[in-house]
């Protein structure tokens, strides 16, 4: 069952999205040191440089996300 209060914020990629795009990475806390490993490995091999992209702990992303409130979190940057 979609919850229609937080599928209202979510926006799926219908297409692979181009690193450009990329403002972070959000993946289990296990596999933050990999991931951040994986992304130097295929940034290397593409020869695209290294680009500031953070790689987030989910646990971490939950643990800050549960101190706003759904207004907050709904709001889009401004700039």
């Known amino acids: 069952m979609k919850r229609k209060a937080v599928s209202c914020l979510e926006t799926r990629a219908q297409n692979p999205l181009e690193k450009d795009s990329w403002s972070y990475i959000e993946v289990p806390l296990a596999v933050v040191e990999k991931t951040k490993a994986d992304l130097r490995n295929i940034l290397k091999q593409t020869e695209t440089g ?6 987030f702990a989910t646990e971490h992303v ?3 996300m549960r101190e706003k ?5 709904s709001e889009r940057d401004k700039s």
């Open 50 to 55: 290294t680009p500031e992209i953070p790689v």
């Open 62 to 64: 939950e643990m800050l």
């Open 69 to 73: 409130t759904l207004a907050q979190l």
